[in-house]
């Protein structure tokens, strides 16, 4: 085992729209899909179709859209092995598409609110993985489960990835120095407390990050491309620029690719910038978990593409 995702999986409602409405008011919509979605499910998603072994852990609901969410992560190569089941509903995401590829998402957690800190001990204290596996999380997860799943790593001497999305508090020192934070500007702005805009305030904010222990903090920019802070400094990797079609799950693309890259050996930097070239494939793709690229896809990308450049 490579990886274990530990968190949340949804059914995606994505309605295509030429303009969000109003208050009181109604617009017509021009498309409307069912997918499967979730930052937990993505992430896994994207790490396995790198090559990497992944396991995922968290829950789906007893309605019509369990077994399309368990299948999907199945046929993409991912154990679920530690996919429970929860009374009710599965968790729904509406993804509302604007013109550009911008999207705007309202988050029901429904059975991932069933998660619990014993539930994730247990997954992650069974595990028979090696001592470098990575143990990757996000908030879309009750957070006493994220918190209890970031103990039993350290417990098990894992690596955690901690994806702080949606935007909540990173307590001081629940991350050591073996651990990675990733967060995107928005986000980067709710922890730092003040705006982060550009690749300069991303580098301030970055640095910042460090002193809530992690030994890696990256904050991704989108077309801006990403800032990185290790205890030796800042790494800024630009973006490849293509033609945006959607950016749903391009963030959980960085990531599941990331901890691929990073798990599988390659060093922080050739790892930042592989899974950099998976978001820009993601963002040409319409969708969530079916825009994730393969590795295969994204090696000819990198192939196809001249390296971008690394600031130091």
């Given at each position: 085992m490579d990886a274990v995702v530990i968190g949340s999986i949804n059914v995606d409602l994505v309605v295509g729209?030429?303009?969000m409405p109003?208050?009181?008011e109604t617009v017509l919509g021009q498309s409307a899909r069912y997918q499967v979605g979730g930052k937990g499910a993505n992430q896994a998603i994207a790490a396995a179709r790198q090559g990497a072994r992944v396991r995922m852990v968290g829950a789906v609901g007893t309605d019509a859209f369990a077994?399309?969410?368990?299948?999907?992560?199945?046929?993409?190569?991912?154990?679920?092995?530690?996919?429970?089941?929860?009374?009710?509903p599965s968790g729904t995401a509406l993804v509302f598409l604007e013109?550009?590829?911008?999207?705007?998402?309202?988050?029901v957690p429904g059975a991932n609110a069933a998660l619990t800190p014993e539930?994730?001990?247990?997954?992650?204290?069974?595990?028979?993985a090696p001592r470098d596996m990575a143990v990757v999380v996000q908030n879309e997860i009750p957070p006493d489960a994220v918190l209890a799943s970031i103990r039993a790593a350290h417990r098990r001497g894992f690596r955690v990835v901690w994806n702080a999305a949606p935007p909540a508090q990173v307590p001081v020192g629940v991350l050591g120095s073996e651990d990675v934070l990733v967060v995107n500007e928005a986000e980067a702005s709710h922890l730092a407390g003040k705006p982060v805009v550009d690749p300069k305030a991303a580098r301030e904010v970055a640095a910042q990050l460090l002193a809530l222990g992690p030994g890696l903090a990256v904050v991704t920019l989108g077309d801006k491309g990403l800032v990185a802070a290790t205890r030796r400094g800042t790494i800024q990797v630009p973006a490849w620029?293509?033609?945006?079609?959607?950016?749903?799950?391009?963030?959980?693309?960085w990531i599941g690719a990331f901890v691929a890259a990073w798990d599988g050996g390659e060093d922080v930097i050739q790892a930042l910038r592989y899974a950099t070239a998976a978001s820009a494939l993601c963002v040409t793709r319409a969708g969530a978990s079916d825009s994730i690229p393969t590795r295969a896809e994204v090696e000819?990308?990198?192939?196809?593409?001249?390296?971008?450049?690394i600031f130091s």
């Open positions: 729209v030429d303009a109003g208050p009181g077994g399309m969410l368990t299948s999907a992560l199945r046929e993409a190569g991912v154990d679920v092995a530690g996919v429970t089941q929860a009374k009710g013109p550009g590829g911008q999207n705007r998402i309202v988050v539930g994730v001990e247990r997954a992650v204290m069974d595990l028979d620029p293509v033609e945006v079609r959607d950016t749903t799950a391009a963030g959980d693309t000819a990308f990198l192939r196809a593409h001249p390296p971008s450049q």
